[in-house]
């Protein structure tokens, strides 16, 4: 099976729903599907026992292109060190619910606006890894799946999260207020986003 590859500066035809980006990357890394070998990265960063690591690989490789796209972070032919991954923001929008014929406010999956999370092992960060990882499938997300806004909602006290997207193009808009719970407690989320305008 011949696995599609998307180089830094390559343009596709863009299309309005993800798809299976295959493997990003650049010089250094790779964004790729994950595989049961990457045990020890989520192990690590999400501090779990190897059969909690594995069901966590599961779901990443199960999860669905209509909700999103996740992607194991690794130096090229190496196991992961990390996570970079897309999920699609819901909108509000008047249609039919549950087939019925009158119209009422329903959730969608905004089709050109997705959100991005990712996380480094804590024996791989300070590498700007995850810095070339947010650039790597923010810019395909942009320029060959069709999406127009990619956002990126932050720990407030997390700043090295803040430097990743800052340095990756990203541009602060401001905060929600009391819209995260950390720790079981409402917290700000600092709003940063990129769009195609950006690049």
């Known amino acids: 099976m011949s696995v599609a590859r998307w180089a830094a500066g ?10 299976d980006p295959g493997v990003l990357e650049d010089a250094t890394i ?3 599907r994950w595989d049961n070998g990457d045990v020890d990265a989520v192990r690590a960063a999400r501090r779990v026992d190897e059969e909690s690591a594995l ?3 599961q779901r990443q490789q199960n999860r669905s292109l209509s909700v999103g796209v996740s992607r194991a972070i690794a130096l090229i032919g190496s196991p992961a060190v990390g996570y970079a991954g897309l999920i699609r923001r819901p909108r ?22 997705a959100g991005i999370g990712y996380w480094v092992a804590p024996d791989a960060q300070g590498q700007g890894l995850a810095t070339r990882a947010v650039a790597l ?4 997300a942009l320029t060959s799946a069709g ?7 932050l720990d ?3 700043t090295a999260s803040q ?6 193009g990203f541009r602060p808009e401001g905060r929600l207020r009391a819209y995260l719970a950390l720790e079981g407690r409402p917290t700000d989320a600092p709003v940063y986003s990129l769009l195609t305008s950006d690049l």
């Open 163 to 168: 430097r990743v997207v800052e340095k990756s």
């Open 156 to 158: 407030p006290e997390n």
């Open 10 to 19: 390559s343009t596709l035809t863009v299309v309005s729903d993800l798809f």
């Open 147 to 153: 999406m127009i806004r990619i956002e990126a909602l």
């Open 137 to 140: 499938l923010s810019r395909w």
């Open 55 to 57: 069901v966590w690989i």
């Open 92 to 113: 509000l929008e008047m249609g039919a619910a549950g087939g019925s014929e009158d119209t009422d406010l329903v959730f969608t999956a905004h089709r050109r606006v």
């Open 30 to 32: 790779e964004l790729r």
